[in-house]
């Protein structure tokens, strides 16, 4: 019999990260099915009595999609411009696939100084309790139309994991699940080497765990296992937790929720 993280089994406040890659098919095409999973699954843990928040990534990915690019233009206002189009496109995805069940969503958009300064902070922080006092799932993504990492300009996050751990932290949620397309967190990549070890569980980041997470991300998307780390090593600090899977099937969360060793799972061992 597995052992049960029975730490994760009073969560109530969720915060549920998804990437570009788990939503988008190798061809670029949109993954319908991950969609409509991972609506049925967040409005069944609603009913359940969870706070749920979903921080999305996929505006790029799915605006080179309704445009039929090819590949992610190079200049930044035309990654501005498929990212407006492709925001657009996410929210009416699940917007429709939340409907299908019945589940009210609405959106976040938001940038790394919305945070820094105490008043916008408040402001984002009344938004996420009062949309979820209403049973509405809130969800979040960068606000990649405007938000561009250049000189002083430095109002963007650079990636939805660290947008997640963020999340997490202001609203004060119990846990983030963080749905990638790997199982979790190995002592090397497990696509290169077949004999690589998942780490079950990780109490801290320390250089070690650096040096071990390596490259970037996926040709759709910005972050890689290290962004995954910094994440959480955010959360640990603020005596949170995290789990790190595959976002393969969206199912997975309710085994993550019963406790189930699934996965790696990020906990200070003071908690």
Known sequence: MEPIRNKILDCKRIVIKIGTSSLMLADGSVNYQTFDRLAY???????????????????????????????????IPEQQAVASVGQSELMNLYTRFFSHYNQIVG????????????????????AFEQLLKMGIIPIVNENDAVSVEELDHLTKFGDNDRLSATVAEIISADLL??????????????????????????????AKEMALAGGNGSKFGTGGMATKLKAAKQILKNKQQMVLTQATDPTVLFDILAGKEIGTYFVREDK
């Open 41 to 75: 699954v967040l409005t069944v843990l609603r009913k359940q009595g969870k706070e749920i928040v979903l921080v999305s990534s996929g505006a790029i990915g799915v605006g080179l999609n309704r445009l039929n690019l090819p590949h992610r233009p190079k200049t």
């Open 107 to 126: 959106q976040i958009l938001m940038t790394l100084d919305i945070v820094q300064f105490p008043e916008s902070r408040r402001n984002a922080v009344n």
């Open 177 to 206: 699940i963080m749905l990638s397309d790997v199982p979790g967190f190995y002592d090397k990549n497990p696509m290169a080497h077949p004999d690589a070890v998942l780490f079950h569980t990780i109490h801290a980041i320390t």
